[in-house]
């Protein structure tokens, strides 16, 4: 009986992992890649404004370096609402010396954090108040802009008639572990949102990326801008989610020669930064985490250790489940991130590390009663109040 049990767990986990290949090898075909784009040299010279808002607490290591990427962009009818939120390190020093070098830069230096909001979001909607473009560009502040992005940007966002462009970017990550980690991260990413679909205005399917969330104002004003999402820590996804609900169209392209962000400089502060919207991206749901948890080790875990502890057919056919795994990360990481292939050796104990996150996260924030962010705390009933909105 165990045997059959065995052997039958093997072959739904097989079809799942070919079904999963087959639909990201077509679907990543089908994302557009921004050095595709030729860039509109009319548009470039009498284009409309666009307004950079540019998110930032405690980033003096990158800040900017950031900035100063942004400000060599070829297209050149921009102007930069960058907002100081309650900083304690020399971040809104850092931008109130380059405003002073660059006058289409506006600080903006918040002291206090009203109720009902998180940090981000309230300082993405505080920049957008000051902000006059017709287009709003919502970014952090540690990334990294090559200088045509803007241009392509523009570009493909008018070409297609859109109302919502997200960009996918390259994570710029040194250390071994961390890299490992973050490639896994894109891997389930990709299989789980399918971002592909994003760009399917029949589908439900929807994705905002933090790095680079760029929208019309008109379509920002129309879905509610950052009010509707003010206690969503995954607010770049939500951004996204909202455009799509409201029957807006959204389009996500590969930006990974134009857009690079130091994501995380070790393997603890990606588990410790993923505190705050793990949970969060499983509705605050204890049934959902143990979905995921059980559907990770059954179907990316399982199947390594079942080489060692099962044998003939059930064997074989955990065998072409990790073929199929490889596979399904070379069609999704390794296109989302350069040289992911090789991380692929570590795979088990890279999904055994984002077990071990989404568990943490859900036990912490359960045990504070909320999430810690950037040095402030949100109560977890204010939090799911926002889901229902």
């Known amino acids: ?36 784009v030729v860039e509109d040299d009319v548009l470039i010279k009498k284009g409309p404004l666009i307004s950079i808002i540019v998110a930032a607490k405690n980033e003096e290591t990158d800040i900017e370096a950031s900035l100063r990427s942004q400000l060599k962009q070829t297209y050149k009818n ?21 405003a002073k070098e660059d006058d289409r830069i506006t600080p903006v230096h918040i002291k206090d954090l009203p109720d009902a909001w998180l940090g981000k979001n309230h300082a993405l909607y505080t920049g957008y108040r000051k902000a006059k473009g017709d287009y709003l560009l919502f970014t952090d502040g540690d ?33 071994f572990w961390t890299k490992a980690f973050v490639t896994f991260f894109l891997f389930g990413f990709s299989y789980f949102k399918r971002p592909w679909k994003a760009n399917d205005d029949k589908s439900k399917v929807a994705i905002g990326i933090g790095a680079f969330n760029l929208l019309s104002r008109e379509a920002y004003e129309a879905i ?28 996500v392209a590969n930006a ?14 990606a588990i410790i930064g993923l505190e705050k919207n793990t949970f969060a991206g499983l509705f605050y749901s204890y049934f959902m985490v143990l979905f995921s948890i059980s559907g990770i080790f059954i179907s990316q875990i399982w199947p390594f250790v079942a080489l060692f502890v099962t044998e003939g057919a059930t064997r074989f056919l955990y065998g072409v489940v990790i073929l199929l795994l490889f596979f399904v990360y070379q069609q999704t990481a390794n296109v ?21 996150c989404i568990a943490r996260a859900t036990i912490l924030t359960t045990i504070r009663g ?15 109040k926002d889901l229902h909105k």
């Open 143 to 175: 990334i990294y802009f090559h200088k045509d992005v803007i241009a392509k940007s523009l570009t493909f966002f008018q070409n297609n008639k859109i109302d919502h462009l997200t960009l996918t970017p390259n994570m710029n990550v040194t250390s």
């Open 78 to 98: 921009i102007e930069w609402i960058v907002v100081n939120d309650r900083s304690t390190d020399k971040t809104g020093a850092i931008i109130d010396n380059l």
């Open 336 to 356: 989302m991130a350069k040289g992911a292939l090789k991380y692929f050796v570590v795979f088990p104990i890279s999904s055994l590390i984002f077990m071990y």
């Open 1 to 36: 009986m165990g045997g059959l049990l065995m052997f039958t767990l093997a072959i739904i986990t097989c079809l799942f992992w070919l079904f999963v290949l087959v639909d990201a090898t077509l679907g990543m075909r089908r994302l557009p890649m921004l050095q595709k």
């Open 224 to 251: 509610g801008t950052h009010r509707k999402i003010a206690m969503r820590p995954d607010d770049d996804l939500m951004l996204g989610v909202t455009i799509k609900q409201n029957g807006r169209k959204q389009r």
């Open 370 to 384: 909320g999430i810690v962010w950037r040095g402030t705390f949100y109560p977890l009933h204010q939090l799911k």
């Open 256 to 269: 990974i020669p134009y857009l690079e962000v130091a994501w995380y400089r070790s393997l603890k502060e």
